[in-house]
């Protein structure tokens, strides 16, 4: 497999629309059967496209599941950034800071269906780690779970400098909200039935409990 650094796609002749379908069929092929199992002649007749088409915009597999994998996830960053923003942008007191990180860990936990095909490829690298080279899954790491870290730990730490939390460590504050309420067992996964409305209510709000009893500010902090 190429490397990060030729993960982008160099421009070449041809319809946007077709390399959108062929980028679209690429993230279902690569989640449905892994890296290892999918091949351009795969991926060609779930787009709809010749296997010529597919090589005028890419040069292999490789260089697809780089991009597939990098664009994917700047995706799913940003609207984990956006979500962030949106639950935690305007807690302005600890009478709204418990209710805002709920709303955050609910959102953290339902399922967002438009991006099931990424989160089977993650799946599937976690099965292949062996096969998955070092620069691209550092590329992966920052295009996507460090920038979300990252995002994260900048909102906590602006909770701390209000007063709303006790942090030492924002990074690592953060990595303990998303542990803490991500605790579904496995739940919402392929073969399980996926969790209901009072069911993800339930592991955000004792998350979040879990979270401020260790992040609280207290007397003498």
């Known amino acids: ?8 796609s160099r421009p070449r002749k041809g319809f946007p629309e077709k390399r959108r379908a062929i980028l679209d069929a690429s993230r279902k092929v690569f989640g449905r059967v892994g890296y290892l199992g999918a091949s351009i002649d795969m991926i060609a007749t779930e787009a709809s496209v010749s296997t010529r088409t597919i ?4 040069e292999n597999k490789e260089q697809l599941f780089s991009t597939v994998l990098i664009e994917s996830s700047e995706q799913v960053a940003a609207a984990h950034e956006a979500m962030i923003e949106r639950c935690l942008g305007r807690t302005a007191d600890a009478a709204g800071l418990e209710a805002d990180l709920v709303s955050l860990a ?5 399922p967002r269906p438009e991006f099931t095909d990424h989160f089977a490829i993650v799946a599937r690298i976690n099965a292949e780690g062996e096969n998955f080279p070092g620069d691209l899954h550092d590329a992966w790491q920052k295009a996507g779970p460090l920038r979300v870290q990252r995002t994260l730990a900048a ?15 924002s990074e690592l504050a ?5 542990v803490l309420v991500s605790n579904t067992w496995g739940r919402g996964q392929a073969g399980m039935e996926a969790l209901t409305d ?3 209510h339930d592991i955000a709000t004792t998350g979040v409990h879990a979270f401020l009893y260790g992040y609280l500010p207290r007397d003498g902090d």
């Open 106 to 110: 609910m959102d953290w936990v339902r």
């Open 55 to 58: 090589y005028n915009h890419f």
């Open 155 to 169: 909102r906590m730490a602006r909770l701390a400098e209000s007063g709303l939390l006790h942090v030492r460590d």
């Open 198 to 200: 009072a069911e993800t």
């Open 174 to 178: 953060a990595q303990h909200f998303v």
């Open 1 to 8: 497999m190429t490397s990060a650094d030729g993960g982008r």
